[in-house]
């Protein structure tokens, strides 16, 4: 995953499936990997809720659970990552954070 976002700056991940059916350790290695080479601002919370009945409560905890990750970054994770990469605008990002 590295090398394809390292040789495509317009590829983002989402953490879909591995935020809740991996261990938790696991989990935070990949993500903190992620991290640690630079593409934190290119990754997005996934869940696959719609599959795992319960899973986004999994998803959110691990992630909420990184000590290696400041707020910002789990803000970035949870939402701002994503709000660029669907290029949102101000006006639409504030209608949400009013919510």
């Known amino acids: 995953m590295m090398a394809l976002m390292y ?11 591995i935020d809740h059916a991996f261990p ?7 993500l903190k990997q992620l991290v640690d080479a630079g593409f934190g601002k290119r990754v997005m919370f996934g869940s696959d ?3 795992w009945p319960g899973a986004i409560e999994i998803a959110i905890a691990n992630v909420e659970s990184a000590n290696f990750l400041t707020p910002e970054q789990k803000r970035d994770i949870f939402y701002n990552n994503a709000a660029r990469f669907l ?3 101000p006006e639409e990002m504030a209608q949400h954070r009013e919510r």
Do not use: D, I, K
């Open 87 to 89: 290029r949102l605008s």
């Open 49 to 51: 809720q719609m599959v």
């Open 7 to 17: 040789a495509h700056p317009q590829v983002y991940v989402e953490t879909g499936v």
């Open 24 to 30: 938790r350790a696991e989990f935070h290695r990949y």
